[in-house]
């Protein structure tokens, strides 16, 4: 499905009519990984006492005016961590980060604490660490099985911990509402497990910078010296020697560490090699806004594109800029395994 029109954005929740009735400009940050999504409101409220608090929760939905009623589109719950007045122009800017965040972080999600686990599977590991927080784990069926020797989580954040273990099989580990889903990039899935339609996006007619509609692109490609294949050592009890499997094909990548079974030093050399396969090449798009654009989705570059930039794309980070004058995206993607 092709570029939205026409976007406009709302809120839900206490204080919603006052900031949907005085909302001015807004922004949308939707990233993978780590980092938490965020909405950022300017609002021309008449004073701040008519604005919900710090701490309070509201929803955000993007939506299509062309359509009649208008389609909208949920973006998730968002706590409000900071309300920032401004003399001239008598406005206030409103900074929601993603729930379940709290301003006190109630469960100590990101306090540091150290960890072992030993003879266990990712998905153990991901459901343990998960649940502790009142979340609801969910976990790709690709990983879910993947066997762990040890691994240590050492004067670490639990957020980070997941974050690293994620980057370790190249998937994602994200909170998304009540879920925490730890899934391979580059799939047609949002993280609460939706499935989400490739966005297509074509050039316009008329493709210049005075043109609302004017799409631009820039790409980072691989060196000319990547890396087709993976050497990884594991230990051989049998014989007291530590010996080496290959995946892929030269020239080679080659990972420090020992495995202790030739089944997780091949695991290790394929979800290396599979990183190496999908991060070699990158897109930044700035282009009219669509609310179907979200950070894990795909997008699909038309034939309209050069032939270097034509395929499919994971979307690393998406933010959407909106107000009167109208809304755009800007998206950072990489290229999805053939």
Do not use: C
């Not at 499997?245 to 050399?269: D, M, S």
Request: proline share 6%.
């Amino acid at each position: 499905m092709g570029l939205a029109t026409r976007i406009i954005a709302r809120t839900s929740g206490q204080g919603s009519k006052i900031i949907n009735q005085y909302l001015q400009n807004w922004q949308l940050t939707d990233v993978s990984g780590e980092d938490t999504d965020q909405i950022k409101l300017t609002v021309a409220a008449p004073d701040m006492d008519s604005l919900p608090p710090e701490g309070v929760t509201i929803g955000f939905d993007i939506g299509i005016a062309d359509y009649d009623p208008i389609q909208w589109f949920s973006r998730g719950q968002f706590t409000i961590t900071r309300i920032t007045p401004k003399l001239f122009p008598h406005v206030f800017t409103i900074v929601a980060t993603a729930a379940p965040f709290q301003v006190n972080d109630q469960t100590e999600f990101k306090q540091r604490r150290s960890q072992t686990y030993s003879g266990t599977t990712v998905g153990d590991i991901f459901r343990t660490v998960v649940s502790r927080h009142g979340l609801s784990p969910r976990v790709d069926p690709d990983l879910d099985s993947i066997a762990i020797d040890h691994i240590d989580q050492t004067d670490e954040t639990d957020m980070s911990f997941l974050t690293r273990l994620a980057r370790q099989y190249d998937a994602v580990a994200k909170p998304v509402e009540s879920y925490y889903v730890l899934a391979r990039r580059g799939k047609v899935k949002s993280l609460s497990g939706k499935t989400i339609e490739p966005v297509l996006i074509e050039l316009p007619a008329n493709n210049q910078p005075t043109e609302r509609s004017f799409t631009n692109a820039t790409l980072s490609m691989p060196s000319r010296k990547q890396f087709k294949g993976v050497k990884a050592k594991w230990w051989n009890d049998g014989t007291g020697a530590e010996e080496v499997v290959e995946v892929g094909v030269t020239p080679f990548k080659r990972l420090p560490k020992t495995h202790p079974t030739i089944e997780l030093a091949t695991q290790a050399a394929t979800d290396e090699l599979r990183k190496l396969e999908r991060t070699g090449t990158q897109i930044q798009l700035d282009l009219p806004a669509n609310p179907r654009f979200f950070a894990e989705g795909i997008v699909r570059t038309s034939s309209q594109f050069p032939l270097y930039m034509q395929g499919e794309w994971s979307l690393d980070k998406v933010v959407i800029t909106g107000g009167k004058q109208g809304a755009r995206a800007q998206l950072t993607a990489t290229l999805t395994q053939s």
